[in-house]
T-cell receptor, first 114, second 112 residues
Framework: GAGVSQSPSNKVTEKGKDVELRCDPI?????LYWYRQSLGQGLEFLIY????????KSGLPSDRFSAERTGGSVSTLTIQRTQQEDSAVYLC????????????FGPGTRLTVL | GENVEQHPSTLSVQEGDSAVIKCTYS??????FPWYKQELGKRPQLIID?????GEKKDQRIAVTLNKTAKHFSLHITETQPEDSAVYFC???????????FGQGTRLTINP
C-alpha cells in the first residue's frame, strides 16, 4: 500500500511569509507526528496527534508554528511569518497505534527561507 | 524532560568489521528503544527495536542491547557492508510512551 506522503517536496519562501506543509499518513494509522531535521542534526519533535485526543504541542518552538489534523487523516503544519532559522527538513510520520509502535516516515519537505 | 545522548557522531569502519553505536537516556520510565536508519536523501526507517522487558535482541547482522540500570542501549552491526553506510538514530519513549526522543545521530561510513 501507499506510504506516508508529504507535499511539497521543496519549498522556498521569503522571510516573513506564511507556509503550509501537508502530510498524508498511511490509511488507518491513528497517530501522526511532525519532526524537524536541521542540516546534520537529529529529529526534533514538534507535535503529535493521536486519534481524537487533544494534540501534544509541547515541541512547537514558537507560537508561529501550528498544526491541525482534519478527519483523523491529513495533517497540515503551518509556519507563520517565517524566519531564516525555520529552514530545515520537516518530516511527518504515522503509526498504527502510536506510542510503542513503529513510525513510518514521509519523504519530508525541505523548507528554505531566504 | 527526556534527553537522549548518542555517540559517536561519526564512525568509520572497514568493510567486514563490526560497528557499535551507544545511547544513554535520562527518563527511567522509558520502555521502548527503536533504532532508525536514514540513507542519504531518504527517509528514516526502523531497523530494530527493543522493549524494556528484554536485554538483547538480534536480527541477522544487527543486535541491540539494553541496560536499564545504567540507562543505556547500544546498536551492534557485525560483518559490515557498504550498504550499511547511513546515519543511524536511536530513540527512547517518553511521557507514557506517547512520543519518542531521538539522539543526534551517528554517521556510519563503511570503507571498502
Amino acid at each position: 500500500g501507499a506510504g506516508v506522503s508529504q507535499s511539497p517536496s521543496n519549498k522556498v519562501t521569503e522571510k516573513g511569509k506564511d507556509v503550509e506543509l501537508r502530510c498524508d499518513p498511511i490509511s488507518g494509522h491513528t497517530a501522526l507526528y511532525w519532526y524537524r531535521q536541521s542540516l546534520g542534526q537529529g529529529l526534533e519533535f514538534l507535535i503529535y496527534f493521536q486519534g481524537n485526543s487533544a494534540p501534544d504541542k509541547s515541541g512547537l518552538p514558537s507560537d508561529r508554528f501550528s498544526a491541525e489534523r482534519t478527519g483523523g487523516s491529513v495533517s497540515t503544519l503551518t509556519i507563520q511569518r517565517t524566519q531564516q532559522e525555520d529552514s530545515a527538513v520537516y518530516l511527518c510520520a504515522s503509526s498504527f497505534l502510536g506510542g510503542l509502535d513503529e513510525q513510518f516516515f514521509g519523504p519530508g519537505t525541505r523548507l528554505t527561507v531566504l | 524532560g527526556e534527553n537522549v545522548e548518542q555517540h559517536p557522531s561519526t564512525l568509520s569502519v572497514q568493510e567486514g568489521d563490526s560497528a557499535v553505536i551507544k545511547c544513554t537516556y535520562s527518563d527511567s520510565a522509558s520502555n521502548y528503544f527503536p533504532w532508525y536508519k536514514q540513507e542519504l536523501g531518504k527517509r528514516p526507517q526502523l531497523i530494530i527495536d527493543i522493549r524494556s522487558n528484554v536485554g538483547e535482541k538480534k536480527d541477522q547482522r544487527i543486535a541491540v542491547t539494553l541496560n536499564k540500570t545504567a540507562k543505556h542501549f547500544s546498536l551492534h552491526i557485525t560483518e559490515t557492508q557498504p550498504e550499511d553506510s547511513a546515519v543511524y538514530f536511536c530513540a527512547a519513549s517518553y511521557q507514557g510512551a506517547q512520543k519518542l526522543v531521538f539522539g543526534q545521530g551517528t554517521r556510519l561510513t563503511i570503507n571498502p
